[in-house]
């Protein structure tokens, strides 16, 4: 999956919007919303209040994660833990972006949400390279790592199998030359060993 593809499943995440407009229920391929009242908030899927808000039809309420507090506490968190925390959201980075971009002047503190947010996700990116680091170093052939987005994986999808893969071609090369070393070494022990038996 590419960011694109992430980005689309995204887009589907459903936000709250406060319409200047009125209109009856749309049916859609991915369900029916509305109807639409100005001024009273509804539902719809993040891309479709993105496009509302481009063009001027309404305002996107922020997300209760969404907040400077709220996300302060996820960054101190995820600061103090050696493992992933738990996101408020598996698509918190499209959803701010896509929020953030169209309708920063929509959000509260907009400016410091989208830096805590930057934050979070170098700490994460920087934990992510750390576990890969020690899992090539230690050979192991899994790893677990709970509570990364699809966001987080893809990023580091490009390299982890190659490297994994890589990891394995000099395993099966270091057994293949293995055995007959090891075989002279105890051959040459046996006979160091039964002339100091004479």
Same mark, same amino acid.
């Given at each position: 999956? !590419?960011? %694109?593809? $992430?980005?689309?499943?995204?887009? @589907?995440? +459903?936000?709250?919007?406060?319409? @200047?407009?009125?209109? !009856? ?21 993040? &891309? ?16 209760? &994660? ?7 506490? $996820? ?6 833990? #050696? ?8 698509? %918190? ?27 979070? &996700?170098? +700490? ?17 052939? %899994? ?25 394995? #071609? ?12 090891? @075989? ?15």
């Amino acid at each position: 999956m !590419d960011p %694109y593809e $992430i980005e689309f499943i995204g887009e @589907n995440r +459903i936000v709250s919007v406060i319409p @200047n407009f009125s209109h !009856d229920k749309i049916f859609l391929i991915c369900g029916e919303f509305g109807p639409f009242r100005a001024g009273l908030p509804t539902n719809v899927p993040l &891309w479709l209040g993105v496009m509302l808000k481009q063009k001027q039809k309404c305002r996107i309420v922020a997300p209760d &994660w969404m907040d400077v507090e709220v996300l302060e506490i $996820i960054k101190e968190e995820e600061k103090k833990s #050696r493992f992933f925390t738990k996101m408020p959201n598996e698509h %918190y980075m499209v959803e701010a972006k896509l929020i953030l971009g169209a309708a920063a002047e929509d959000i509260p503190r907009a400016s410091e949400i989208k830096t805590i947010i930057k934050d979070i &996700w170098d +700490i994460r990116m920087s934990k992510l390279r750390t576990s890969m680091d020690a899992l090539m170093k230690s050979g192991g052939s %899994y790893g677990r790592l709970d509570h990364l987005t699809m966001m987080e994986i893809n990023s580091v999808k490009p390299l982890l199998p190659e490297a994994m893969d890589e990891l394995h #071609r000099i395993k099966m090369m270091t057994r293949k030359t293995m055995p007959s070393s090891l @075989n002279n070494s105890t051959f040459s022990q046996t006979a160091t060993g039964s002339s100091q038996n004479i």
